[in-house]
């Protein structure tokens, strides 16, 4: 599936495990021209950009073009630096019914955690 975010990361590895989870790990370009503007010399990784990576590894692990409908519990926990620790794992929840796919998202650095969140798409 074709990415909105053109560059921004490189997806490393996307493994299923149990019960519909899925662990990815990426690595982030410390290059991209976001982080130019996100910010001049100390480099943050936007929100908004995470989210989207949820969505992409989403669409990716089942196959399915989604739309964000609802967030909930969206905890940015740690900063994202990409010079720093531009490798990021990122666990899956993933249930599905007819219309929606649920995804309950952590995302970490080292064993930090950086993100949590919990995410309904209705499939399109």
Excluded: W
């Excluded at 982080?35 to 929100?47: A, I, L, M, Q, R």
Aim: proline share 5%.
């Amino acid at each position: 599936m074709q990415s909105i975010l053109t560059d921004f990361y490189t997806i490393q590895s996307c493994e299923p495990t149990e019960n519909g989870n899925f662990d990815a790990r990426i690595s982030l370009n410390k290059h991209h021209d976001i982080f130019k503007g996100h910010f001049p010399g100390n480099p943050v990784t936007p929100g908004v950009c995470m989210m989207q990576i949820v969505k992409e590894l989403t669409e990716e692990c089942t196959g399915r073009k989604l739309f964000l409908k609802s967030a909930s519990n969206v905890k940015f926990m740690a900063i994202i630096n990409p010079f720093e620790t531009p490798d990021l794992d990122l666990q899956l929840n993933i249930t599905e019914d007819e219309e929606n796919i649920r995804v309950k998202n952590t995302t970490s650095f080292g064993g930090t955690i950086a993100l949590k969140m919990s995410v309904n798409y209705q499939k399109i």
